[in-house]
Nanobody, 126 residues
């Protein structure tokens, strides 16, 4: 069964940085899209960023553009989310999701992602 394990969350002060990792196993499709989503208390799950292995496309929600960077290391079966200049409003549980990708591109509609990790907590507070 496909498994995704997020790691790298923690407590950081405003302006600090964290790098989240999403390790993927038992995913046998040649191409994929992976998305990072987050859910803060009392709010709906929000798409943050995504990447396609088909064409390399990436996308970021407006609130994180210029601060977050998504990348992948296929040799390690891992996707990363580098988060810089963190703000208190970035506080949330961060989840990664994956689906097979036949056409390229990516988007942040959570229903497009078939498999999900358990999440990692990011807390930005002074």
């Amino acid at each position: 069964e496909v498994q995704l394990v997020e790691s790298g969350g923690g407590l950081v002060q405003p302006g600090g940085s964290l790098r989240l990792s999403c390790a993927v196993s038992a995913f046998t499709f040649d191409d994929y899209r992976i998305g990072w989503f987050r859910q803060a208390p009392g709010k709906e799950r929000e798409g943050v960023s995504c990447i396609s292995s088909k064409d390399g496309a990436t996308y970021y929600v407006d609130s994180v553009k210029g601060r977050f960077t998504i990348s992948s290391d296929n040799a390690k079966n891992t996707v990363y989310l580098q988060m810089n200049s963190l703000k208190p409003e970035d506080t949330a549980v961060y989840y990664c999701g994956i689906s097979e990708d036949y056409i390229g591109g990516c988007g942040l509609l959570w229903s497009w992602y078939r498999y999900w990790g358990q999440g990692t907590q990011v807390t930005v507070s002074s």
